[in-house]
Structure formats: C-alpha cells, structure tokens
C-alpha cells in the first residue's frame, strides 16, 4: 500500500511539473531587430507608416488629371491591411489581392509556380514599419512561402524612394532595411527581386495609384504604382 501511494505521489508530480513547463513557443527570425537601429529612426518610420509625411502638393490645373484621381480597390480584391499579408490558391484565376497608403512601408509580392491547384503561390504583404512587426511578418510569410513547394518563385517589392524621405529620417538607415529586406526576399525565391520606389509625399497624398501594389489572379502580373512590372526589369 505504501508503495502504491509513493507512485501515485510520483506520477502526480510528474504530471503537475508537466503542466508547469509553458508550451515551446515558435521561433521567431529577427533580421530588422538585429540591426540594432536607433529608435528615433524606428519612430520616425512608425509615425509616417501611420500618418503620412508632409506634403506641399499643389492642386493640378487641368481638371480631372490621371494623379488627381485617388486610388481604390479593384472590385473584388483582397485588400491587404498594414502589417498583414494575403495568398491564394494556384487554381484561383480571378480577382486578386491589392494594399495602398506604403508610405515608409514595404510591399512585398511573392509569385510562384505549382502543379498542386491548392497550394497557395501568390502572396502580398504589406510590412509595417517597425522592427518587430517586420519581424514577425517576414517569418510569417517566408514560412508560408516555403511550406507550398512552389517552383520558380519570384518577388517584387515596392520601397520607399528615400530622396523623398523627410529630413528627420536617416537615408543611410533607410538604405540598410531597404537591403535587408531585398537580401531576404533573395534568400527566399533565390533570385534577386524587382523593385520599384514610391514617391513618398504622393503616397501620404495618395496621389493616383502611388503607394498602391496589387497581383493578379488571372495572369500572376504585379502591379506597381497602378503600372505592370514585369519580372526582371
């Protein structure tokens, strides 16, 4: 009896030590962290994720000029939110997915090619600004990415023209995430991505189509600024 109730103390406290041990959490990839940036930069590049970067914009002359127009969603289209991303399965042949307002933030498009009709091989994010949501974007995507499989994997991304930065954001720190964010895309489809740079007033202004991304379903083009790019140019 004696040795009945010690196992039964034993296997009790097993299971209570158990129960304390909290679940392993996901490893996180860190590459924005890790450039240790100052944190006057990561806020300047919060605040005008957020608010936009001034602009003196003039109104235009000519009625019903093309960058008079603001941009909107295709009908139909996911619309991407800051700080999230969205995909779609390779059978899907309509619509798309689109975002707007990347002012000091990244659009990333990410295309691949699969023979599974459900593998998801079109991807848009929309990176916020700061270091630990860039963070934990990335590892989000390029988990999601590498899980389907897909081949001949192509990226573009959309970055913000740092000449028309505001003087209180550090072009030589906008330089470096800018690279780190080409080096990953790199690392992740193992070419080198197309890359396009938005004006950043017109951006904040949402002048036309700038500071818009969006992939196409039917076709798997991306567009820049409302413009197709083609992949390598």
Not at 91 to 99: D, E, I, R, Y
Not at 146 to 155: E, M, P, S, V, Y
Not at 176 to 200: C, F, I, K, S
Request: negative net charge; glycine residues 6%.
């Amino acid at each position: 009896m004696h040795l009945l109730h010690s196992l039964t103390t034993l296997l009790a406290s097993g299971a209570a030590l158990a129960l304390a041990v909290p679940a392993k959490l996901v490893a996180r990839d860190s590459p924005f962290s890790d450039l240790d940036l100052p944190a006057d930069f990561w806020g300047n590049m919060d605040n005008y994720c957020r608010n936009g970067v001034p602009t003196k914009r003039r109104s235009r002359s000519v009625p019903g000029h093309p960058l008079d127009r603001r941009a909107s969603k295709p009908s139909g289209y996911q619309e991407v939110a800051p700080g999230t991303y969205t995909k779609d399965f390779e059978a899907v042949t309509v619509n798309g997915a689109w975002t707007d307002f990347l002012v000091t933030c990244f659009g990333v498009v990410i295309i691949g090619d699969s023979t599974n009709a459900v593998s998801y091989s079109k991807f848009l994010a929309h990176f916020y600004a700061t270091p630990s949501l860039l963070d934990s974007l990335w590892t989000d995507v390029k988990n999601e990415v590498t899980a389907q499989g897909l081949t001949n994997l192509r990226g573009w991304i959309s970055l913000p023209d740092r000449s028309t930065a505001p003087a209180d954001l550090d072009q030589n720190d906008m330089l470096t995430v800018e690279n780190t964010m080409r080096d990953l895309v790199t690392q992740l489809t193992g070419q080198a991505p197309t890359v396009r740079y938005h004006n950043m007033a017109d951006a904040s202004a949402r002048v036309g189509d700038v500071g818009t991304m969006q992939y196409n379903n039917a076709d798997k083009t991306v567009l820049i600024d409302g413009t197709v790019v083609e992949f390598g140019t």
